[in-house]
């Protein structure tokens, strides 16, 4: 009642899960050819974690989902 607009300007993407191999590899992509100033070990790292994230957030969205 406060917040209409976050009713009705919002838009919600229901999309299916990916696998976190895929997530990684999207990652992957996105990431290997961007500059950044760190070691080859910590860009592989954060690319993980990267993936990691998106899989451990749609986990909770579905334990959510269910309560």
């Not at 996105?30 to 070990?41: A, L, R």
């Not at 592989?44 to 909770?60: E, P, R, T, W």
Request: hydrophobic share 40%; net charge negative.
């Amino acid at each position: 009642m406060k917040f209409p607009s976050l009713i009705s300007g919002c838009t919600i993407n229901w999309l299916q899960p990916w696998p976190k191999n895929a997530l990684i590899s999207v990652a992957e992509h996105f990431i290997t050819d961007f500059p950044m100033e760190c070691t080859e070990e910590t860009k592989k790292s954060v690319i993980y974690v990267l993936g990691s994230i998106q899989d451990s957030v749609a986990g909770v969205c579905d334990e959510y989902f269910q309560r």
